[in-house]
């Protein structure tokens, strides 16, 4: 039996608690939607403030060489990469995760249909985020004829699905729903070894569990920055590509942000030679700005234990499940093993959606995606062993009563 004292005995050792200050929480709720947009560092506002007031207000147009706003793109690349295991200049902070990943893919696909134009398949997973699938279709209708896009429907598929045929690999490293964790190294090894390369989504795993993208030998890599970074809504995504590739970088959407002398104002694009050829336009300033905020809080601690955190939260959610709602009819969709086990904790039930809106009436914020899966996301650094013995006290309660039933919480909004 786990008890609420042991789950106290862990905050009072969890070496991580005090890093909870940071954040702004509103009292009373418990918040396990990290992995949808992160939590408010407290030195959010103050920097939103004096990016407005003083950078924008005071200094105006000065701000881009006096405030360095043309590098923050670089800058905030740099600042993160090591979250995910990647040198100076080899990361960037820009435009969406959709608008990168095109971009990144394309790139791919140009490199493999000059070295090997026989290769036309693009390889993804039918259970990734749908804008991936989507940015893939559309970018299929922009290429030749030919070029198709494959499925897997399991990760264990994936073997068998690369072959001398597949030009790129799509993959998420951590699946949105179910949290599955692909080990990257081992999926690089295999599709390099056929022939192909390795296009890598982050979104659920950047800030969520330890990430060497060059060790990996992974080729692209696109992810959040508001999910597990708390970066703020519609934070711009970050983007990575191996150095390795340096001297093919070539992205379609070829603005002026891109170009290697911006300033020239020439008629004709020529591509930076490093990472801002893969930059487009302007950027959003005053939101970038805040992308700092988060990540500076995990650069104080290391992902390693973050890590630790996160799988023992992880573990004492799936326990405690177990042990309080036997019977409720909740299935485990996350992986027991640790090793393919992201940061978020996933269950089905035939009611999920009710289910879900009846315990956010009672302050303990999830989500819900289709089909029936209710999704838990733990975010060691504000989390404590508490609020997930209190979460599932919450979730014994609305299944024991019936909550779900109530019409109220059947009925859909907008945004799930
Ligand atoms: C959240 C998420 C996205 C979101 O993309 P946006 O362009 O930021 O809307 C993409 N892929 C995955 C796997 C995600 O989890």
């Known amino acids: 039996m786990i008890t609420l004292e042991q789950c106290l005995a862990r905050d009072r050792a969890d070496e991580l608690a005090s890093l909870r200050q940071q954040f702004d929480l509103p009292e009373g709720t418990l918040y396990l939607d990290g992995n949808s947009l992160g939590a408010l560092p407290k030195d959010a506002p103050a920097r939103a403030q004096d990016v407005i007031r003083r950078e924008w207000g005071a200094d105006l147009i000065n701000s881009w060489n006096r405030n360095d706003w043309w590098a923050l793109p670089t800058r905030l690349g740099d600042r993160l990469a090591p979250l995910i295991g990647a040198g100076a200049g080899e990361a960037i902070v820009t435009d969406t995760t959709s608008l990168n990943l095109f971009k990144v893919v394309a790139n791919a696909v140009d490199i493999q249909r000059r070295a090997h134009p026989e290769r036309k398949i693009i390889l993804a997973e039918r259970d990734a985020f749908p804008t991936d699938l989507y940015v893939i279709q559309g970018l299929i209708g922009l290429l030749d004829r030919g070029y198709t896009l ?8 994936l073997d068998a699905a690369v072959t001398g045929q597949t030009a790129v690999v799509v993959l998420s490293h951590v699946n949105y729903r179910t949290g599955y964790l692909y080990d990257m190294r081992a999926v690089d090894e295999l599709v390099h070894a056929r022939g192909a390369l390795a296009v890598w989504d982050l979104c659920h795993s950047i800030g969520a569990v330890p990430i060497d993208l060059k060790g990996a030998d992974a080729d692209f890599a696109i992810g959040c920055t508001y999910k597990y970074l708390n970066g703020g809504p519609g934070a711009p995504a970050m983007l990575w590509a191996h150095p390795r590739h340096r001297a093919d970088f070539r992205q379609p959407l070829s603005g002026w942000w891109g ?3 911006p300033f020239d104002m020439a008629v004709d694009y020529v591509p930076d030679p490093g990472i801002r050829s893969f930059l487009c336009g302007t950027q959003p300033i005053v939101s970038m700005s805040l992308v ?18 996160s799988l023992a939260l992880t573990d004492l959610f799936i326990e405690l499940v177990e042990q309080e709602c036997a019977g409720q009819g909740l299935a485990l969709e996350t992986p027991l093993d640790h090793a393919h086990r992201g940061s978020h904790v996933s269950f089905r039930h035939p009611q999920g959606y009710a289910v879900v809106q009846a315990l956010i009436a009672r302050g303990v914020i999830g989500d819900y995606r289709e089909p029936e899966v209710m999704r838990f996301g733990i975010t060691p650094l504000y989390l404590r062993f508490v609020d997930v013995w209190e979460a599932v006290q919450h979730l014994k309660a609305v299944l024991a009563r019936r909550e779900w039933e109530r019409d109220e919480f059947r009925e859909r909004g907008l945004v799930t």
């Open 150 to 157: 494959r499925l897997i429907d399991r990760p264990e598929d």
């Open 292 to 309: 700092a905020c988060g990540v500076d809080i995990f650069l104080q601690t290391g992902m390693e234990k973050i890590r630790r955190k």
């Open 259 to 261: 170009h290697a002398r």
